[in-house]
């Protein structure tokens, strides 16, 4: 039998193992800054950023600041499902999603969140990340709710659901199926308003541009479009995302349904006014220019930053399109290729010329 000293002792040491373990799972309190606000002439203007995952809170608050002083308002942002709930349906773990989320609001950014990734659970051994089957929409549709309690109340309204589902790859290596999109939309957008009535579900991203394999890569965005109509997807979104990409062409070239560029949003609104959703507004998620040297789908520095104002300026055009989030501020890697050059500020932190250009337009007065 244990002495009462030695029994004090082992309570002691248990307590302090215990403390120390659970210490290092526990949310840390965040190093706030104190409260900015973005100076910009351009209410528009947005930044696409790569900082879920990260976990560095002083590389996420100055990438912020640094998206706050070149003028842009918001910021999109993916929140992978598969990080928030990693092993199971039950309990949540926000540690990175409340990191950069308090950080966006302390630089007056308004976060627009990306939500998609599955966990290993929720999908069929051997599929990749991106396979979300019928089953497990409900639990989908929970986290996103989950995600919308909390959040909303901070001011993230705009809840993207899905990337690009006319891709195969984004579709879990399967066919794209707007069908089975258009599914997906009445689960979650039911979910949602029921615990968070002022989110904003905001359906497409799609991939621009015309059918690659017979539909089988890439369902054409046109197409894929009209067909979620088709299936009675209108009344499950509040917000319609578009991907704007230039390509080799200034912002103000001519659309047409066999081009990508920046104007392709033209058509996608036509459509949409087509079906009657011409009170909903849009918003740009991906979009902008390379400008890479060796690359055959760039443009030179000086067309980047020409064509990247132009491309800001041009929003403001369109009262139905509420932000313009451009791919992207950064990385924290580096891949010695052409991804590089989307970059507006390099991944030591180095502000790149497209970076200081946008910045000076930003505050002209």
């Known amino acids: 039998m244990l002495k009462p000293l030695h029994f004090f002792a082992l309570l002691t040491v248990t307590a302090l193992f215990a403390h120390q373990f ?33 976990g560095d809170e002083v590389y996420i608050h100055q990438a912020l600041a640094q998206v706050r002083e070149m003028g842009a308002t918001w910021i999109v942002d993916l929140f992978p499902w598969a990080y928030v709930q990693p092993r199971s349906r039950y309990g949540y773990d926000w540690t990175g999603a409340d990191m950069v989320i308090e950080h966006a609001h302390r630089q007056g950014l308004r976060v627009i969140a990306r939500l998609d990734i599955v966990p290993a659970w929720a999908r069929p051994p051997g599929t990749t990340d991106r396979h ?3 089953a497990y929409y409900q639990d989908y549709a929970n986290y996103v709710a989950a995600f919308a309690a909390r959040y909303t109340p901070q001011g993230v309204q705009h809840l993207i659901i899905w990337n690009e589902p006319n891709l195969s790859f984004e579709w879990g290596e399967r066919s794209p199926d707007p069908g089975a999109y258009a599914a997906l939309l009445k689960v979650v957008y039911p979910t949602v308003k029921a615990v968070a009535p002022e989110a904003l579900i905001v359906a497409g991203a799609l991939s621009p541009g015309s059918a690659l394999a017979g539909g089988h890569t890439r369902m ?4 894929y479009l009209a067909s979620l109509y088709d299936a009675q997807a209108g009344p499950y979104f509040d917000v319609w995302a578009a991907h ?20 392709r949003i033209e058509l ?5 006014e087509h079906f009657g959703d011409g009170d909903k507004p849009m918003i740009i998620t991906e979009a902008g220019y390379n400008d890479h040297p060796r690359w055959n789908g760039a443009v030179t520095p000086a067309e980047r930053i020409q064509w990247t104002i132009a491309t800001y300026e041009l929003a403001r055009t369109y009262p139905w399109l509420d932000a313009v989030a451009l791919w992207q501020h950064s990385t924290p890697f580096t891949t010695h290729s052409h991804p590089d050059a989307w970059n507006f500020v390099a991944p030591d932190g180095t502000p790149r010329a497209i970076y200081h250009a946008v910045r000076e337009y930003a505050r002209e007065r």
């Open 132 to 134: 979300l089957d019928p």
């Open 22 to 54: 659970f210490a290092l799972r526990l949310p840390q309190p965040l190093d706030l800054p104190p409260q900015q606000q973005v100076v910009s002439r351009n209410p528009l203007i947005g930044l696409h950023t790569r900082l879920t995952g990260v």
């Open 268 to 272: 996608v609104r036509a459509m949409m």
């Open 244 to 263: 704007a990409y230039g390509g080799r062409e200034p912002p103000e070239a001519e659309p047409a349904p066999e081009r990508v560029n920046f104007r």
């Open 220 to 223: 054409d965005d046109m197409q």
